[in-house]
């Protein structure tokens, strides 16, 4: 009887590990394991106490010589326990480290198929850049308007895909996000019959403050795939503070009036952005979205 009992107490006490300390629910553990030795120690006290209840079902194993003393009894329920809970506690600490290694092996598995898509994805930039410098020499003999626009493209590209490349930095200056954003306006207001209203109001250092690039692209984008700004009394706002150790940064722009759209129509852009910013910074930042009747509104502040 006594293998069963101890095979008992080590499952038990592992089963209380899982499902109580492995979902970090130490106070209802703790307690699971006091009600544990409760009823164990009951059990136990009836074996070796000749109960006449025990002895009825179980009298045939007990010696009849035996006189019960409690001081051995605590000792050998003390000991038997306590060995048998720190073994399931080894077990369960080494159940612990073989799932903290797969999950490793998992991510350097994952990591390396993300490597060996992007490298064979990988162009040349070299090789564009002649080819679009080419374009744009010839074009521009002709049509330097249309010129123009292609070399709008050209540094858009670039500035995508450097700020996209593995190993890129996670932020840059404000001043080349901005710049980036006017090309990008250049760009779509050269595709559009409607003229783009922007109200700029940018205060402090715009050189001493950094954001995720492309950060700012992806707002006024969503700005006029879903929203209005070719209004003159009702531009696209676009608000930057930079201070000693903030950034704030604020960009409103009026709904469609044929069809609002809601914050889930609008893809996995703010959604993206919102995940790069924990990334970049992860105890720093506020990012704010409101969808309102008239206007969609997005406010990030960064500490630095």
């Given at each position: 009887?006594?293998?069963?009992?101890?095979?008992?107490?080590?499952?038990?006490?592992l089963?209380?590990?899982?499902?109580?300390?492995?979902?970090?629910?130490?106070?209802?553990?703790?307690?699971?394991?006091?009600?544990?030795?409760?009823?164990?120690?009951?059990?136990?006290?009836?074996?070796?106490?000749?109960?006449p209840?025990?002895?009825?079902?179980?009298?045939?194993?007990?010696?009849?010589?035996?006189?019960?003393?409690?001081?051995?009894?605590?000792?050998?329920?003390?000991?038997?326990?306590?060995h048998?809970?720190?073994?399931?506690?080894?077990?369960?600490?080494?159940?612990?480290?073989?799932?903290?290694?797969?999950?490793?092996?998992?991510?350097?598995?994952?990591?390396?198929?993300?490597?060996?898509?992007?490298?064979?994805?990988?162009?040349?930039?070299?090789?564009?850049?002649?080819?679009?410098?080419n374009?744009?020499?010839?074009?521009?003999?002709?049509?330097?308007?249309?010129?123009?626009?292609?070399?709008d493209?050209?540094?858009?590209?670039?500035?995508?895909?450097?700020?996209?490349?593995?190993?890129?930095?996670?932020?840059?200056?404000?001043?080349?996000?901005i710049?980036?954003?006017?090309t990008?306006?250049?760009?779509?207001?050269?595709?559009?019959?409607?003229?783009?209203?922007?109200?700029?109001?940018i205060?402090?250092?715009?050189?001493?403050?950094?954001?995720?690039?492309?950060?700012?692209?992806?707002?006024?984008?969503?700005?006029?795939?879903?929203?209005?700004?070719?209004?003159?009394?009702?531009?696209?706002?676009?608000?930057?503070?930079?201070?000693?150790?903030?950034?704030?940064?604020?960009?409103?722009?009026?709904?469609?009036?044929?069809?609002?759209s809601?914050?889930s129509?609008?893809?996995?852009?703010?959604?993206n952005?919102?995940?790069?910013?924990q990334?970049?910074?992860?105890?720093?930042?506020?990012?704010?979205?409101?969808?309102?009747?008239?206007?969609f509104?997005?406010?990030?502040?960064?500490?630095?």
């Amino acid at each position: 009887m006594s293998f069963p009992y101890f095979i008992g107490i080590f499952y038990a006490t592992l089963s209380i590990f899982k499902r109580y300390f492995l979902k970090d629910k130490i106070l209802l553990g703790c307690s699971a394991f006091l009600m544990f030795y409760v009823i164990s120690g009951a059990f136990m006290y009836m074996a070796t106490s000749s109960s006449p209840l025990f002895e009825e079902h179980f009298g045939e194993y007990l010696k009849e010589s035996y006189r019960f003393n409690f001081r051995e009894f605590l000792q050998t329920f003390l000991i038997m326990h306590g060995h048998f809970t720190m073994l399931a506690f080894l077990y369960y600490q080494h159940e612990n480290e073989l799932r903290a290694i797969q999950k490793q092996l998992s991510e350097i598995r994952l990591r390396h198929d993300y490597e060996y898509s992007a490298l064979a994805q990988q162009i040349s930039p070299h090789m564009l850049t002649n080819l679009l410098q080419n374009c744009i020499m010839e074009i521009r003999r002709g049509h330097p308007t249309t010129a123009d626009q292609l070399n709008d493209l050209y540094r858009l590209m670039n500035y995508y895909t450097d700020a996209h490349a593995a190993g890129s930095r996670k932020t840059i200056l404000i001043s080349t996000e901005i710049e980036s954003v006017k090309t990008y306006l250049r760009a779509n207001q050269a595709l559009s019959d409607v003229p783009y209203y922007i109200d700029w109001k940018i205060t402090g250092n715009i050189n001493r403050g950094s954001l995720p690039p492309t950060s700012m692209i992806c707002l006024v984008e969503n700005a006029i795939k879903y929203g209005e700004i070719g209004d003159r009394n009702d531009p696209l706002k676009i608000q930057i503070e930079i201070g000693t150790s903030t950034i704030y940064l604020s960009i409103r722009n009026r709904k469609k009036r044929s069809s609002p759209s809601s914050i889930s129509s609008r893809g996995s852009g703010l959604q993206n952005l919102r995940r790069r910013l924990q990334i970049a910074y992860p105890r720093g930042h506020r990012f704010l979205v409101r969808d309102e009747s008239i206007y969609f509104k997005v406010k990030i502040l960064i500490h630095y």
